[in-house]
C-alpha cells in the first residue's frame, strides 16, 4: 500500500472503507436525533440502502465522503496520481451510481439531501437541515400535503 498512495490519499480512503458509521454520519444522526427527528438507518429496500431515512418526511439524507464520492470543486476529491486509470473508473463508478440511486429515489417521491464531509467542518450545515428536511419544495406534487 505504502508506495501505491500519498499519506493523504490513504487518509481520505481509510475514512471511506469504513462505510458504515462513519464519523460525519454520526455527527448528522446525533444532530437530527437531538433535533427531535426519528430516523431509519440503511433502509435495505430503498435505491443505494440511504444512510438517514426520514418517513415522516418522506425525505433521505446521504452522507457523503468527498473523495470516495467526488464532491465537485471540492480539494477532498482529487485523483490520486499512481493507477490513476483504476481510480477514475472506480471513483466515477461511485459517483454514478449514486446519482442512479438519487434519481430512483426521486422517481419514488422520496426528497434527496446530501450532505458532504467537508461541509460539516462547520456547524452551518447541520443547522440548515431542519428547514431542509421540513419543506415540501422539492417533493413531486403528488406528495405535497392536500
Ligand atoms: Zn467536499
Not at 9 to 18: D, H, Q
Not at 47 to 66: K, M
Not at 67 to 78: D, G, K, L, Q, V
Request: net charge positive; aromatic share 8%.
Amino acid at each position: 500500500m505504502t508506495d501505491i498512495v500519498d499519506a493523504q490519499t490513504r487518509s481520505a480512503m481509510m475514512s471511506g472503507i469504513r462505510g458504515k458509521d462513519t464519523k460525519p454520519e454520526i455527527l448528522v444522526r446525533r444532530f437530527l436525533h437531538r433535533s427531535g427527528f426519528r430516523f431509519r438507518l440503511h433502509h435495505k429496500d430503498l435505491p443505494g440502502r440511504p444512510d438517514i431515512v426520514l418517513p415522516r418526511y418522506r425525505t433521505v439524507v446521504e452522507v457523503r465522503g468527498c473523495f470516495w464520492h467526488r464532491h465537485e470543486n471540492c480539494p477532498f476529491a482529487y485523483m490520486p496520481k499512481s493507477n490513476r486509470a483504476f481510480w477514475q473508473a472506480k471513483l466515477e463508478g461511485n459517483r454514478a451510481r449514486d446519482l442512479r440511486n438519487l434519481q430512483k429515489l426521486r422517481e419514488l417521491g422520496w426528497k434527496t439531501i446530501e450532505v458532504w464531509e467537508c461541509e460539516l467542518a462547520d456547524d452551518q450545515i447541520l443547522e440548515s437541515l431542519p428547514a431542509l428536511i421540513r419543506t415540501d419544495r422539492d417533493l413531486p406534487a403528488s406528495r405535497l400535503p392536500t
